[in-house]
Every structure is written in C-alpha cells, then in structure tokens.
C-alpha cells in the first residue's frame, strides 16, 4: 500500500510540474513564482519546489536580475528529437524550404491533432518575414487554408465529428458554422488547394494543399502564406496553387504516396 501511495503522490507531481511549463507561452513567455502560484492554484511552497526541479533538470531556466523563469534548452531539445522522428516533417522539410525560396513567400507543413492544426515546419521567403517561428504554434482548422487541406481528407459525418456545428469567429470573413465548412472543403477537393483571405488575421492569406500518405490517407498539409499584397491572389492564384500542389506533391511521394494507386484520391 505504501508503494502504491508513493507512485500516486509521484504522479501527481510530474502532472503539476507539466502543468506549470504549459503557462509558458508567446504571449507571456516569462512568468515569476507568483504568477504561477496564482495561475496553478497550487502553493507556494509547492510551486517553488516543482519550479526548483524544473530548473535542476535544465527545463526551466531563471533571469538572475528579473528573477522570471523562462522555457529551458531541454524543452528545445526534446522539441527537436519529436521533430525529428516525424515522417511527415522529416519528408517535408526540405521541400518547404525550397517553395519558400522559390516564391519568396512563407512555407508551412502541418498536421492536424484533434480540432487544431500543428505546424511542423515553418521557413520565411523575402516577400513575407517573420521575426519568430511559427512552429509548434497550433491554428484553428476552420479559418485556415491548412486547416481545411487537412479536413479535406474526411468524410462529412467525420468533419461533424471533429469540429462540431459551430466555431469562433476571429474576423467577419471567418466561417462559423458547419454548413459553411462542408461548402468549403467540396470546394477544396475540387480544385486540390484551399484558400484563406483574413479569415484567420487582417491582411493576411494563404494557400495549402494537402499532402498524403502511402494508404492515401491526408495526414498533413503544405502552403504558402503572407500578406495580401505579396500573395496577391487576384493575379496569382493558379500560379501559387499550381507550385503548392507540386510541391505537396513530392512530400506525399516521399511519404510512399502513389497516385495511380490511390485514383480517388486525386
């Protein structure tokens, strides 16, 4: 009994000590013990021990003048071994790298985990810089182009399942509702991209295309994003679309994809 009690009180501190790092975040990247006391629930006491181990195992790091914490090296560590283990980001990488060389403009790869998108992979082209990465961020899947590439792949009873009737709005060009979604993503198959105008940010757009695996099966997705005027969809759309889609293309091939295997899924 006493073992058993041991291993509970264990992992109870190894979920309070996960949760404390999820309060790290680009919004508020740097917090102090209040903070995090505050935002825990948790105590004092508690909270300085679990940070203390945090910082002993290299995944919290503390400014000694400001006294804030910050995310460690060995978070940054771990990030790159997931990363690396990753089929989709290890056959996409390079790819996405060439299109955003190619077209000046931002390349992403990402894949989808429950209602959000996940960004894999993400390179800045000339024509749209960033000063930070948006790998590891998540988006939502109904107001973006990757989104939608990455919903394209299910069935309509799927789609129900996985995002429900209604979503939140984050400009007035963004869909909230099912029925809005499903006009997309038959848009999306029939054409082989989707795109995003401001549905997601003002003065922002982008075009994806889905990527496959060797089953056929859309797992991830490619675009090419940036601001109204270095897309300007109006005069290169088919021209954006017809690159992206290549481009996704060569990531499926690397993933084992076959088209002439897989004829519905073309």
Same mark, same amino acid.
């Given at each position: ?7 509970a ?10 949760? #404390?790092?999820?309060?790290f ?6 917090? +102090?013990?209040? @903070? ?21 195992l290299?995944?919290?790091? +503390? ?13 940054? @560590? ?40 996940f ?67 038959? @848009?999306? +198959? ?17 075009l ?5 695996? +060797? ?10 994003s940036?601001? #109204? ?9 088919d ?28």
């Open positions: 009994m006493a073992a058993t009690g041991g291993t009180s264990g992992t109870q501190s190894v979920e309070r000590a996960l949760s #404390l790092l999820s309060y975040t680009d919004e508020q990247p740097e917090r +102090r013990i209040a @903070e995090l006391v505050e935002l825990s629930g948790l105590g004092q006491s508690t909270v300085s021990r679990l940070v203390a181990a945090l910082e002993s290299g995944y919290l790091v +503390r400014d000694e003048r400001s006294g804030l914490h910050r995310i460690g090296p060995k978070v940054v @560590e771990l990030a790159g071994v997931a990363l690396n283990q990753s089929a989709v980001h290890r056959a996409g990488r390079q790819v996405a790298q060439n299109l955003a060389h190619e077209l000046g403009l931002g390349a992403n790869v990402a894949e989808r985990h429950g209602d959000r998108m960004y894999l992979c993400h390179f800045e082209g000339p024509l749209a810089p960033r000063t930070f990465t948006l790998t590891g961020r998540s988006a939502p899947l109904h107001a973006t182009a990757m989104g939608k590439a990455l919903l394209s792949g299910l069935a309509e009873d799927e789609v129900r399942d996985v995002m429900g009737p209604d979503y939140p709005a984050y400009t007035r060009k963004t869909i909230t509702g099912l029925a809005g979604l499903l006009d997309a993503l038959a @848009e999306t +198959r029939a054409r082989g991209y989707a795109t995003e105008v401001e549905e997601l940010a003002f003065g922002r757009a982008c994806a295309a889905p990527v496959r695996d +060797r089953s056929g099966a859309v797992v991830a997705a490619l675009s090419v940036g601001s #109204l005027s270095a897309m300007d969809l109006a005069a290169r759309q021209t954006l679309a017809a690159r992206t889609v290549e481009y996704a293309d060569q990531i499926s091939t690397g993933l084992g994809f076959l088209a002439h295997a897989h004829p519905a899924a073309l």
